[in-house]
C-alpha cells in the first residue's frame, strides 16, 4: 500500500485520512451526538469558496459517511462574508454553533456568531446574537469560539482567540444562557516564581482554535500557533482547574507540549463519555508560501488520546 500526500482517500470503506474528493479539510470542529453514537466531523471546507462549514460523520474514524454543507459563507460584503472556527455545543434540545464571521474590509474585520439547529444539519443563523471583541482586545483577531459547561462556576464559558497588549491571549466569557455573556479574565502568559509553573506562552502572536477539556481530575487547554521553526503545531498544557496555573507536562526526555508532528494544526477533541479523540488537518501541500508556511487546509487526522499516570497525553493513530 501507497499513499501520497496529493492522494490521501483511498477508494472503498478503507481509508487512511479524510479528505474531500473535491477540496480540502481545514479546521475540524468535532462534536458527538448521543442520539445516533456518532461523532460529526464538522471543518471549514477549502475549495476557493470562503470556507462554508461542512460535515462529514463516523463512529470509527476509519469509515466516513456524508459530504454537505451546513452552514455557508455570507453575502459578498457581509461581516461572514469568509466564514471561521467555531465550535458546537447543546442546551435542552437545541444545539448551538458559535463561529467566527470575518471581512477583511470591515472594522471590525471579525466577530463572534450564532446559529442553531434541531438536528444538527438544518442550521438558522442568528444575526443578533453577534458580538465584537471588548475593549482591550484586538477588534480585528477576535476568532474561534470555544464554548463548553464549566461545573465550577455553573455556567458555561467561551474562549476566545485575540489579542492584547501586543501578545496573544484567550478570551473568556460566562454565560447560564448561552445568549448573554459576561467578560472574566483572560488566560494569558503570565510569570511565576513557583517552579514547574509555566506560562501558556512566551512570544506568540496569536493563539488559535482553542480547546478545553477535563479527563480525570485534570483539565487540559490545546491550542495551536506557528513555532519558531514555522512549522504549525498544535500544543497543550495541563491544570488542575480551569482556571490554571498551566503547565507544560515535562518528562524525563524535556517538554512535551506538541501533539503527532510539525504539521499537525487547529486540532480540537471530542469525546463518546469513554475515550477522546483529537482531530486536525496536516497540509497537503508540497511547496511553502512567502511566510515559509505549507499551505492552508489538507487531509483530515485523528488521534486517540490516552492520559498517563503523570498527566501527559499520549495520542494513538486512528489509522487502519
Known sequence: MSTTCRSPEETGLYQTFYKPQHGYVGDPMPYYNTDDNKFYLFYLYENANKHPIYLTRTNDYATFDGFMEVLPAGAPGSQEEWIGTGSFIK??????????????????????????????????????ATFQASNGYDQNNFRDPHVYWDDT????????????????????????DLTNWSQIEPLVATSSNNP?????????????????????????????????????????????????????CRDASGHHETFDGLYMYAAKTASDGNTRYLSGWASTGQTVNSNNE???????????????????????SRMR
Open 91 to 128: 442546551k435542552d434540545h437545541v444545539y448551538y454553533c458559535f463561529y467566527t464571521g470575518h471581512n477583511g474590509n470591515l472594522s471590525p474585520a471579525e466577530k463572534v456568531m450564532l446559529a442553531t439547529s434541531a438536528d444538527l444539519l438544518n442550521w438558522t443563523k442568528q444575526p443578533t
Open 153 to 176: 462556576r455553573n455556567s458555561y464559558v467561551m474562549l476566545v482567540t485575540t489579542r492584547k497588549d501586543d501578545q496573544g491571549v484567550i478570551a473568556r466569557y460566562t454565560s447560564t
Open 294 to 316: 505549507l499551505h492552508w487546509s489538507g487531509s483530515l487526522i485523528t488521534h486517540k488520546l490516552v492520559q498517563q499516570p503523570s498527566g501527559k497525553l499520549y495520542q494513538l
Open 196 to 248: 514547574g509553573v509555566y506560562e501558556i506562552e512566551t512570544d506568540a502572536e496569536i493563539l488559535e482554535c482553542p480547546d478545553i477539556f477535563k479527563i480525570g481530575s485534570k483539565w487540559y487547554l490545546t491550542f495551536s500557533r506557528i513555532n519558531r521553526d514555522e512549522h504549525r503545531k498544535t500544543f497543550y498544557r495541563i491544570a488542575d482547574s480551569p482556571n490554571g496555573p498551566w503547565k507544560i
